[in-house]
């Protein structure tokens, strides 16, 4: 009986979950959904959670979806549509034109900019990736945006972003890893 018991404290003292198998495979590359719940750590550090984002509420208009998420003190309002996913808004400040996170039907080497009054970023959509991450492994498309502010080549940033899932790991222009995905939890459909 002693080999139950510590299988059952072991089950009980696990920290997060790992995204359900059914997600990996279906859905868009930013499902927005009350309650859709993500958990950051840095690669060196699995146990610490480094960032927590939550999609807190969803409203339909026009055939068109707006998120709100909070993640780190900041809230965004993201904009789903034909297009694909933007940032429409962030800490209350209204974007002159969508920030497109994701787009509908990317494919390897598509690219599109947004261009904010001097600061800019083109995002290239590379190939599709298995990436491992502590909430498990997935296949992500991979996406390098570089900013450039009045001219000057600021950073370049990779994502990769998971069907079903969403944004499962960050690089920074240095090759640090700084964020991956310890855990998804789906809310309300």
């Known amino acids: 009986m002693r080999p139950l018991v510590v299988l059952m404290v072991t089950a009980m003292t696990a920290v997060a979950a790992p995204v359900p ?3 990996k495979k279906t859905g ?3 499902p927005l959904a009350v309650g859709n719940k993500w958990d950051y750590v840095e690669p ?5 959670v480094v960032d927590t984002r939550e999609i807190t509420a969803v409203e339909q208009k026009d055939g068109v979806t707006f998120a709100t998420q909070k993640l780190s003190g900041i809230t965004q309002v993201f904009r789903a549509d034909a297009s694909g996913v933007a940032v429409v808004r962030s800490n ?3 974007y002159a034109h969508p920030r497109y996170v ?7 080497g598509d690219e599109w900019i947004w261009d904010a009054d001097g600061y800019t970023e083109r995002r290239t959509v590379g190939a599709t990736e298995k990436v491992t991450t502590p909430a498990g492994e997935f296949e992500a498309v991979k996406l390098t945006y570089r900013t450039e502010q009045n001219g000057a080549v600021g950073s370049d940033i990779t994502v990769w972003y998971s ?9 920074y222009t240095n090759g640090r890893t700084s964020h991956v995905l310890k855990a ?3 809310g309300k459909k």
């Open 21 to 23: 198998k059914a997600l």
């Open 28 to 30: 868009n590359f930013m």
């Open 44 to 48: 060196d550090n699995p146990n610490a």
């Open 92 to 94: 209350g400040s209204d």
């Open 102 to 108: 994701v787009k509908n039907d990317m494919k390897a």
């Open 163 to 171: 069907a079903g899932v969403g944004l499962v790991r960050i690089d």
């Open 184 to 186: 998804f939890t789906a």
